[in-house]
């Protein structure tokens, strides 16, 4: 059941690029929220938990790193990915205040981020 929810908000960022996606009170953009320019897949979107899922597909066990930043460029929240092939990540948004924060997720020289708002 969690597998199919998960496809299908996959499927609603891809049908829908340009507006954004908003679930309990986190909203990101999803201006092309999945980003195939970088030698990883990434997607993502708000959950109803308060979470901000994370989905990555990368061929090699190389590291990525996950951040979310205030907007003093802060990280407030940070882990590294380095899963080969598919994965899926939940990050708790509790504990961050209302306000607009990056998501910015790295690897090498390669750069994807995505505007979060939580409201």
Do not use: C, W
């Amino acid at each position: 059941m969690k597998i199919s929810a998960l496809i299908l908000a996959a499927t609603l960022i891809l049908a829908s690029p340009s507006i954004s996606k908003a679930e309990g009170n986190a909203v990101v953009s999803t201006e092309n929220a999945v980003s195939t320019n970088t030698s990883f897949t990434v997607g993502m979107y708000p959950s109803l938990k308060n979470e901000l899922v994370v989905m990555m597909k990368k061929a090699d066990n190389s590291t990525v790193k996950f951040r979310i930043e205030d907007t003093t460029g802060q990280a407030v929240i940070s882990a590294n990915i380095s899963d080969l092939g598919s994965s899926i990540k939940h990050y708790s948004l509790d504990k961050l205040e209302k306000g607009t924060y990056k998501v910015v997720l790295s690897r090498r020289d390669e750069v994807f981020s995505r505007q979060l708002v939580i409201q």
